[in-house]
């Protein structure tokens, strides 16, 4: 919880500092199709040979992209965000193992009461690439393509202050979490019941975005979801967290600091008491990959 909390304070003061930027922006010709976006490679490797201090050789590396496909035209608006990454790093104990695995996909179409109030409808598809492991080692996985997936439609209305920042909440939202891989289903993994496929649940959605430049080399990417459902789960929030800082050090050459942070309460872990594995309630997640290497800004 305070990790929560001091990522919201630093969120809300980025915010803050969003708006002070945006205000100095220079006026650019209207075009109703506009694109940019962000995508790259990192790479770290480290070699050892008879070396004293112990350690061993290890390989990682991930490549990610960020891209929005954006129309506007009069009163209306339609936004489409691409955001995926996949990484994998080799050690000699532990072998290729996953390190981060996203594909995450939302959609907005907006229809302009004024200059910042949209009435907007939302439809984010999220999902995973490869096949999940507690540890490499393991023979049962966590998870996989579609196990889980979310499917989230919302209907509400979006205030976009800035050019930077959005907020947008929806009391009608429809969640779908769909486990389709038969093992975990039978499980009743992700909050499914056992055997089914699909969780359905309505209730309230809040979605902040920001893509926000700081200085000439330095953008940050932040997304905040929050979502609790109309059931007696009710004031259990769903928060997934996701903020991408880019610092360029050359026109090529960039360091990344990916940061997330996830807490479902349907997510259950579990730990392994005198070789059993005992399930346990659920945690935060918190995710930090800081990464050096190739990348493109379009």
Not at 21 to 38: F, I, R
Not at 128 to 137: D, E, H, L, R, V
Not at 177 to 205: E, N, R, W, Y
Request: charged share 20%; aromatic share 14%; with cysteine.
């Amino acid at each position: 919880m305070k990790r929560i909390l001091c990522f919201s304070t630093l969120f809300l003061a980025t915010i803050i500092f969003a708006q002070a930027q945006d205000t100095t922006a220079k006026a650019e010709p209207v075009k109703n199709w506009t694109y940019k976006g962000l995508t790259g490679l990192n790479f770290a490797q480290a070699a050892l040979i008879n070396w004293s201090a112990g350690g061993e050789n290890t390989i990682s590396g991930n490549v990610y992209f960020n891209g929005q496909l954006n129309y506007k035209k009069d009163r209306w608006i339609w936004e489409n965000v691409l955001n995926t990454e996949l990484g994998t790093m080799y050690s000699q104990t532990n072998d290729w193992q996953k390190t981060v695995d996203k594909l995450q996909l939302t959609s907005k179409l907006g229809y302009a009461q004024n200059k910042k109030l949209y009435y907007s409808v939302v439809a984010d598809f999220l999902t995973q690439y490869a096949k999940g492991y507690s540890k490499p080692t393991d023979i049962n996985y966590l998870s996989n393509f579609m196990a889980p997936g979310y499917l989230t439609v919302a209907a509400g209305i979006d205030f976009k202050p800035s050019s930077v920042f959005s907020f947008f909440f929806s009391p009608l939202t429809e969640r779908l979490t769909f486990v389709l891989d038969d093992s975990l289903s039978l499980a009743g993994a992700f909050g499914v019941a056992p055997g089914d496929k699909i969780h359905a649940q309505s209730g309230m959605l809040a979605k902040l975005a920001m893509d926000l430049k700081v200085a000439e080399n330095i953008q940050i990417i932040s997304t905040l979801d929050l979502f609790t459902a109309y059931d007696d789960t009710f004031g259990n929030v769903v928060v997934d967290w996701n903020t991408l800082i880019s610092m360029k050090i050359t026109k090529y050459l960039t360091s990344t600091l990916n940061l997330g942070l996830k807490y479902d309460n349907a997510v259950k872990t579990t730990e392994t008491v005198n070789g059993v594995d005992v399930e346990r309630g659920a945690k935060v997640q918190f995710k930090e990959i800081l990464g050096l290497g190739i990348s493109y800004t379009f």
